[in-house]
């Protein structure tokens, strides 16, 4: 039995006592297949226990319980309460009248005017009642569902890939430092920007270097006439020596024009972006040779790498293709190709396991950042269910039980 209804009531608990107590009364009126009044009267030969306790429980003194047949099938019941005097025959006859106006359209409501969910697996059961018997539908209909998905998970192998950490890691990453003791003029990028092939991204102050190209210049230029008037006097010694300065001065130009072009830091790569180096707070500040000031990461080059357990790894040797989803982006997936796989493991979070390195099948995406993370799939062949769910746990037991 199960609780549909009580009238003046919009929502009800069904775990409440009080409702169990009246689906208790209604049970009782069922299993005797009669029409119930509380109190009995004397002589009535009924039982009416569960009828004291809803009346206990609901505060009503009066109860009238009438079954709800269709055809000679008892599909239900419902109790009436009243608190000023028992229910008498006449009345018991007057709602039994009414019961059986309603009985059958209740049952066809039933069987029709529910949700095809409900209707299915209604009609469902009465199948299966009719092939497998009617007591225990469900639980036998259970059994023969759990057998065949036993066979199934035993028998039929299904797609299988290894899981795995994906992190993104570029060919090259570039230290860009400063090419001469200086002081630091501007600073055009901050860390994340992309930049491009020959793209200026900081340079040093070149004001005294420009001063001093100028001084060089003159005495290259006074080296050049002395050379010139030896050469009108026929001074061989002083040809000599002035060719040796002049040489001299033209070496001092070539260095001091170096440093001018090397003042100036440039992208050397087709795409790369900053990682790290944000010198705009350290404008005008003193940078000591071979100071680094930006680290660029290569873009245009970017790989993958995969870390996969050293108690999966023997499961995909021989694996070709897989798949990587970031974290930054769960939704797009990545397929890629196994170029190799490193033959020694290395620790990673007290674990061993075994780095293969893998290629985008695919265009590289425009967001795609050395250092992120994500997971990977690699595919692994064709495994049943039942060794898919099991392998782990069994290769935990065998390591611990054999001898």
């Known amino acids: 039995m199960r609780l549909e209804a009580i009238s003046h009531s919009d929502g009800f608990e069904r775990k409440m006592e009080a409702s ?8 009782e009126a069922i299993d005797q297949d009669a029409d119930m009044s509380f109190p009995l009267r004397d002589g009535s030969g009924l039982v009416a226990r569960c009828h004291a306790l809803c009346s206990s429980r609901t505060g009503s003194p009066h109860l009238a319980t009438v079954v709800l047949r269709s055809g000679s099938v008892a599909v239900g019941a419902f109790t009436l309460e009243r608190a000023t005097r028992p229910f008498d025959d006449a009345e018991l ?8 106006q309603v009985s059958r359209h209740l049952s066809h409501l039933r069987d029709k005017d529910r949700w095809f969910g409900a209707r299915w697996g209604a009609s469902m059961r009465r199948t299966l009642g009719g092939l497998l018997g009617f007591e225990h539908t469900w639980a036998k209909v259970g059994a023969i569902a759990a057998a065949i998905l036993v066979a199934i998970a035993v028998l039929v192998p299904v797609p299988w890939r290894a899981t795995g950490t994906a992190i993104l890691r570029t060919e090259d990453v570039l230290h860009l430092t400063s090419p001469f003791d200086g002081y630091l003029d501007t ?3 901050r860390p994340g920007d992309v930049v491009v092939a020959g793209q200026e991204l900081a340079s040093l102050d070149r004001r005294e ?4 190209e100028a001084e060089l210049s003159a005495e290259l230029s006074g080296r050049e006439r002395e050379v010139q008037k030896a050469q009108a006097e026929s001074d061989l010694p002083g040809i000599r020596i002035g060719s040796a300065q002049w040489e001299q001065s033209r070496a001092k130009l070539a260095t001091l024009r170096r440093h001018l072009d090397l003042a100036v830091l440039r992208c050397p790569f087709d795409r790369a972006v900053v990682v ?23 873009l245009d080059k970017l790989h993958a790498e995969i870390e996969i357990d050293e108690s999966e790894i023997a499961n995909v040797v021989g694996a070709k293709t897989a798949e990587i989803a970031l974290m930054s982006r769960p939704g797009l997936k990545e397929r890629v190709r196994i170029e190799r796989v490193h033959p020694s493991a290395r620790i990673h979070d007290k674990a061993n396991v075994f780095v293969a390195r893998v ?22 062949g064709s495994r049943t269910l039942w060794w898919i769910a099991s392998h782990k746990a069994l290769d935990v037991i065998r390591m611990k039980l054999w001898w």
């Open 20 to 27: 169990r107590a009246l689906v208790d009364a209604m049970e």
């Open 187 to 189: 600073c055009m990028v």
């Open 359 to 380: 290629e985008f099948l695919d265009p590289i995406p425009d967001w795609f950042r050395p250092g992120m993370t994500g997971v990977a799939k690699v595919d692994g």
């Open 93 to 100: 006859r007057a709602v039994r009248l009414c019961a059986e």
């Open 209 to 212: 270097l420009l001063l001093q």
């Open 276 to 298: 790290e180096g944000d010198l705009q707070e350290k404008r005008g500040s003193a940078v000591p040779q071979g100071a680094e000031l930006l680290t660029l990461a290569r």
